[in-house]
Each structure stands twice: as C-alpha cells, then as structure tokens.
C-alpha cells in the first residue's frame, strides 16, 4: 500500500515515508536519493504536457502574428507588439536622420497624372473615330458603343486581341495600333488645349517640390509632341507610355511603374485619373485615387477617394491628408477594436420580452 501511494505523486517526491522507503524485495530501492533518477519515472508524464501545450497556441499569437518579416528586417530590436505598426515609407538604411524623419511624414507624396481628360481636354469623340475608319480600313466590324467603352485606358494591342479579337499576331497588332494612333493624330490636328484649372495646379506642385509623373497609353513620339505643344517640357520627373508597359487599364502596371520610377511605395502616391478604371487600377496598385470629373459625373466616380470637377479645387494640404499613411495604421486599429469586442466572449443570452407586445 505504501509503494501505490509514493508515485501517485507529481511532484516526483513520496507522500509519507520519504527517501527513507526501501522495498522489501531484495535488490531494488523504491526511491533514489539522485534527483536525476527520481524524476526518471514521471518524465513521459511531463512529456504529454508539453506536447499538449504545444498543440494549443494562444488565440491572440495564432490569429494576429505579433511581427512580420519587413518588421523582423528593419527594426530587430523592436519589441513583438501590435502597435504601433511601422512606418512603410521608412528606410533605416538612411544616414541623414532628416532625410529619414521626412520620409514619414505626410509631406513625402508623389503624384501620377493621366494626360487626356485630367491636364487636357478630353477628345473622346476623335477616338472613337480613330477605331471606326481602322475598322472600315481592315474589313473589321465596326466596335458597338460598349465595346469602345470598355477599351478606353487600354493599350491598343490590348484592346485587339482581348476585346476586339481581331488578332493574335504580334506583327499585326503593331501594325494596326501604329496605324490607328496615325488616325488619331490626324483627326485631332495636334491641337491641346489645359483642362480647367489643370496648370496652375501643376505650377503649385512644383512650387512645392512634389514629384510628378505622366502616364499615357499614347506611344512617346506623340505624347512629347503634346507636352512639347502645351508647354510643360521637363516640369516631369517621369514619363511613362505605352512602350514601357505591357498592359493598360484596368491592370495597375502603368501605375505601379511609375511609382518605381520615382522612387515612393504605392501607398504614398496619388493617382490622378478621369474613370472608374483609372480608380480601380490606382486602387489595386494600392495608391490613393482623385478622379476629375471631365466626362463622367460626379455620382458615377464615388468609388475615388476624391472627386473634383477640376484640379484647382484641390491644396496640397488635401494631397497631404490622402497621404496620411492611413492605410499603414488602419488594419492594425481594426485589430484592436476586434480583441476589445472579443473580451466579451458570452454575451448574455437573457432576451428581454415586453408582456403587452407578447400578448
């Protein structure tokens, strides 16, 4: 009775006589005085509740990883806490501490600019054109009205095989995307004329030492002539046509390269577009959109994070607030709400019934 009572203990030691037991049959101790030994019959008993620890991870680790990979790479030191989160636009690898401090404040911004319909008038009529004498010329169908809709943005090999299905040739799609940009230039007569408001916002941007980039699906030969003719000749810092990229709108590349270009992550630039597909290709490139409203109203561009009717109708103090690194803190704050709502883990399931409505 006295050997069953010693190892029912956890603790590894005997519940009455101590090291003192001796078995009585001959050659064998009940209890060893080495610990090492002592604890030699109650180890697989420590191993299972180890193993089961390790089976159940904490609900708060499992769900919201304490740390990243980015965190881990710019700050080692940096305690495993939720907030806050750190700053994306930051670069530890910067010397100049001012350098640095600027980069994550919300003055650092860079801003994208489409050409037609956002700095100058829009000729959507001239190209609409443009598609319908190409049609007629190469023994095509004439594109129906939705189908010029849906290819405004793209490129023009683009919008030939993936929308009008006229070919798959590479040779012939050059061909017809050169012979229809001819089209277009001819019908508009290289006359460009500012949108409202588009110059002196530019003229402000630049007072101001902001970045700025064109994006244009037109080939660069052309859109150098309209800058040329405008007048805005090196006010650029990047210029990006459809000989850089392989896609157009709605694919965020354009966007996307021109934010490399000019050397800001996506989330501190500023597309400035005329459509829907200008705001869901900014929007997937994780940049924030304003859309001008040139040839769409206002109600149909609400998915833009600004609308305007023209360009000065904004301050840079509006592009500072979109540059707020809003997007950096909002999904760590929404964390915090959500384990501050889980605190209350059983709500009350008591369901209040007023006796006159029930009966």
């Not at 610990?35 to 191993?47: E, G």
């Amino acid at each position: 009775m006295v050997e069953s009572i010693g190892p029912t203990s956890l603790l590894g030691h005997n519940l009455i006589l101590g090291n003192y037991l001796k078995d009585c049959r001959p050659k064998r101790v009940a209890m060893s005085p080495n610990p090492l030994l002592r604890f030699r019959a109650f180890r697989p008993i420590k191993a299972q509740a180890m193993e089961l620890t390790k089976e159940v991870p904490s609900f708060r680790e499992d769900r919201f990883p304490k740390s990243s990979s980015y965190e881990t790479e710019t700050s080692p030191d940096r305690k495993d806490t939720l907030w806050p989160p750190n700053n994306k636009a930051d670069n530890p690898s910067l010397h100049n501490p001012l350098l640095r401090q600027e980069r994550m404040g919300c003055g650092w911004l860079g801003a994208i600019f489409e050409w037609e319909g956002v700095l100058i008038e829009d000729s959507t009529d001239y190209e609409k054109q443009s598609w319908l004498v190409l049609s007629e010329e190469e023994g095509k169908s004439p594109p129906p009205a939705f189908l010029l809709r849906r290819i405004e943005g793209m490129k023009n090999e683009q919008a030939m095989s993936e929308v009008l299905c006229w070919s798959r040739d590479p040779s012939q799609l050059k061909r017809m995307s050169l012979r229809k940009e001819q089209i277009y230039q001819a019908l508009q007569g290289g006359i460009y004329r500012f949108h409202d408001g588009s110059k002196e916002f530019i003229n402000v941007l630049t007072r101001y030492n902001i970045p700025m980039a064109l994006v244009s699906t037109r080939p660069r030969n052309n859109l150098e002539e309209a800058v040329s003719a405008v007048g805005i000749n090196g006010v650029f810092n990047v210029v990006v046509t459809a000989e850089d990229v392989f896609r157009g709108k709605p694919d965020p590349e354009m966007f996307a390269y021109a934010a490399q270009l000019l050397q800001f992550i996506p989330e501190r630039c500023i597309v400035f577009g005329n459509s829907n597909l200008s705001v869901e290709a900014a929007h997937e490139a994780k940049m924030k959109c304003v859309a001008v409203a040139s040839k769409h109203p206002v109600y149909e561009l609400t998915a833009a994070d600004l609308v305007v009717r023209s360009l000065d109708e904004l301050s840079v103090v509006d592009l500072k607030n979109l540059a707020d690194i809003e997007s950096e803190f909002g999904a760590e704050a929404e964390v915090e709400m959500e384990l501050e709502e889980e605190d209350d883990a059983y709500p009350s399931s008591r369901v209040a019934v007023d006796d006159h409505d029930f009966w």
